[in-house]
Nanobody, 127 residues
Framework: QIQFQESGGGLVQPGESLRLVCRVTGHRFGSSAIGWFRQPPGKEREFVAA?????????YAGSVKGRFTISKTNDAANVAYLDMSNLKPADTAVYYC???????????????????WGQGTQVIVSS
């Protein structure tokens, strides 16, 4: 069974940076892309960014475009990263990753859902 291990979260001040790491274990070969999602306090989970495993095509939510960068390893390590810069208090959330075999814009849909999520990693942006 595929599993996701998110790490790298923490408490930072506005304007600072963080790198989140997603390690995918188990059988990920049924998926063509991996995405980052986040759930702010008291709100629904939302799409942040996604990348295809093969070609490295990317898609970003408008609120993070230009500040966040998604990337992945080009080997069998099955690791994805989310480099976050110029962090804002509105970026405070629990961040999750997930993999799927749908187009990136499907992962970005507000009604996109998966049956299984990892524990996530907490990011708090506060002065």
């Amino acid at each position: 069974q595929i599993q996701f291990q998110e790490s790298g979260g923490g408490l930072v001040q506005p304007g600072e940076s963080l790198r989140l790491v997603c390690r995918v274990t188990g059988h990920r070969f049924g998926s063509s892309a991996i995405g980052w999602f986040r759930q702010p306090p008291g709100k629904e989970r939302e799409f942040v960014a996604a990348i295809t495993w093969s070609a490295g095509a990317t898609l970003y939510a408008g609120s993070v475009k230009g500040r966040f960068t998604i990337s992945k390893t080009n080997d069998a390590a099955n690791v994805a990263y989310l480099d976050m810069s110029n962090l804002k208090p509105a970026d405070t959330a629990v961040y999750y990753c997930n993999a799927d075999s749908v187009p990136l814009d499907t992962m970005a849909r507000p009604d996109y859902e998966r049956d299984y999520w990892g524990q996530g990693t907490q990011v708090i942006v506060s002065s």
